[in-house]
């Protein structure tokens, strides 16, 4: 087996696998970048439910609080009607 041989023999599967390895790095890159996006549009999405749960809440309390509001009302006409 001649030195050219030899070379390619063992050269050209090498080359062969880093051009694979190069390859799949650029695919790997592409998806990180991809799952990226699709970590702050999530993001994004439960910071807005988030926002609406806030105001839920605060809603909510108001609420509360103003029933309180009419049941002691209610309880004072109550005994003055008693």
Not at 14 to 33: D, F, N, P, W
Not at 42 to 48: A, E, L, V
Request: hydrophobic share 40%; aromatic share 4%; charged share 35%.
């Amino acid at each position: 087996m001649s030195k050219m041989q030899l070379l390619l023999a063992a050269g050209l599967p090498t080359i062969t696998v880093l051009i694979g390895i190069l390859l799949s790095q650029r695919a790997v890159e592409k998806l990180e970048k991809r799952m990226d996006g699709m970590e702050q549009r999530t993001d994004r999405r439960f910071d807005r439910v988030e926002g609406r749960l806030d105001r839920i809440e605060a809603d909510l309390r108001e609420f509360y609080r103003t029933i309180g509001q009419h049941e002691i009302r209610m309880d004072a006409l109550e005994k003055r009607g008693a």
